[in-house]
């Protein structure tokens, strides 16, 4: 098995939503805002070679959407899912399995495509099966008003269209080991319902996929939750559990929003869980 990170691009977010009652004095410290009180957000995702699979975790908010639309996320930067692709000797057609962690616009934008002649939309990953579960997808096709701007049907309606739309088994106990993909599932509800949190067995380590459950180390402190979530004090609870177990077991959190660090690890303090190194992804992996 080797893993890479895919450096997508970058964009901006208001830091009060991602930070929800944390005040702004605080926050700043950590992830500083311009005059617009936006900051700075990756777009990091994942690519896993094992055997004959060539899995990617999230891509990102692809380029389809109106100027109209990305004039509210300045998005920035060099770099693109393709580039970065490209950087390790793979193309997108090489992909057999697309993971979507969930199916807000900034992470599975990137799944579908306009067609040639721009009269409708076609999955950007030809040969893959993409991947999501049966809850989490009635969630987003049937989005509630909180989530309806992040849900956008023309990045979701025609994965199902296309075919290739599979889902993953959702276990009894919220952690699902060895699925489908070959990883083990945390699955969290505070963010979005169902929200996958792939745990990989690398190296003799263990990589998290943090997803929207901790986008940045500035989110680690237990209050720092996003305004984005629809449910605040569930993920207060399961973030506290996954850093206990992070700590424990050693784990290397892969940071898909964090604008400056790829990894990081974490550690108790007489604060609670608190930042203990960061890293380029590879510092720690070869």
Known sequence: MQIYPIETGNFKLDGGAMFGVVPKVIWQKTNPADSNNLIDMSLRCMLIEDGDRLILIDNGTGDKQSAKFFGYYY????DSLDKSLKKYGFH?????????THLHFDHCGGSIQWNKDRTGYEPAFKNA???????HWQWAVEPNPREKASFLKENIIPIEESGQLN?????GNKFSVNSELGFDILFTDGHTEKQMIPHIKYQGKTIVFAADLLPSV????LPYVMSYDTRPLITMDEKAKFLHDAVENQYYI???HDFVNQLCTVKHTEKGVRLDQTYKFNEVFK
Do not use: A, C, M, Y
């Open 75 to 78: 998005p920035f930067g060099d």
């Open 92 to 100: 997108r057609d090489q992909i057999t399995d697309v993971f979507l």
């Open 129 to 135: 099966k993409f991947w999501s579960n049966k809850n």
């Open 167 to 171: 889902f993953v088994t959702i276990p």
């Open 218 to 221: 500035g989110h680690i402190p």
């Open 254 to 256: 892969f940071l898909e």
